[in-house]
């Protein structure tokens, strides 16, 4: 089975600042992949990062960087430069072959001016 | 263009009643999902089906029934409507379900019953 734990349910930043959110999960499977969804207060989900676990390197999409870490079984994402329109929930996500998605609990990030 | 579409964006209801949500995606991926978000903001999926076949079936009340028509369409059909369904739900889609892929999601339905 798998599982995905966030442990800070909410987390203020100030403007311009960096922010990382935190992640564990636990599965027994090799082969499994890490996401990270955004959804705003307009309830859509956003995709925005993905590592797999036979990656090397950790993974970046623009202010957004996944810091993988796997003998700790950490998968945190990092938003540097956070802007206000940041302010949203975040979900840390995984799956590996035919199963879907399984989500941690989120965490409520809100930037400050 | 859209990726993911789902109608109706709302619905609001009755218990008892019996509704149905509809998505449809052009991305021409392979797999697609129903997922619940509950009022604690919780993701939990419900099915998947991969090229029209139901590969995945959490447990979820026989009332709920999905369909899919072709590979693009999932739609959800929720039978005799209980206070409980009350809650979002979110179509997903992504490529082949064997691999490992990000899923991209539809806007959402919130469901109400009353």
Redesign the interface.
């Known amino acids: 089975a798998q599982k995905i734990t966030q442990t800070q349910p909410g987390m203020f930043v100030q403007e311009k600042e960096a922010v990382t959110l935190d992640c564990t999960y636990d599965t027994s499977d090799p ?3 890490l ?1 990270w ?1 955004k ?1 705003p207060s307009s ?5 925005l990062i ?1 590592q ?1 676990s036979y990656d090397q390197q950790n993974a970046t999409e623009g202010r957004y960087s996944l810091n993988f870490q796997k003998a700790r079984k950490s998968a945190n994402l990092v938003i540097s430069a956070s802007q206000l329109g940041d302010s949203a ?1 975040y ?1 840390c ?1 995984m ?9 941690g ?2 965490t409520m990030l809100l930037v400050s001016p | 263009d859209t990726a993911v579409s789902q109608t109706p964006k709302y619905l609001v209801t009755q218990m008892g009643n019996d509704k149905s949500i509809k998505c449809e995606q052009n991305l021409g991926h392979d797999t697609m ?1 129903w ?1 619940k978000q509950d009022s ?6 419900m099915f ?1 089906y ?1 090229n029209k076949e139901l ?2 079936n959490e447990t979820v009340p026989n009332r709920f029934s999905p369909k899919s028509p072709d590979k693009a369409h999932l739609n959800l059909h929720i039978n005799s409507l209980e206070l409980g369904d009350s809650a ?1 739900y ?1 179509c ?1 889609s992504s490529q082949d ?9 539809g ?2 339905t ?1 469901l109400t019953v009353t």
């Open positions: 082969s499994y992949g996401f969804y959804q309830g859509e989900m956003i995709f993905y797999g929930m979900f996500a799956n590996s072959g035919y199963s879907t998605l399984t989500f609990k989120g | 999902y997922y604690k903001k919780f993701l939990k999926i998947s991969n590969i995945i979002v979110f997903a379900g064997g691999r490992i892929y990000e899923q991209y999601f806007p959402g919130r």
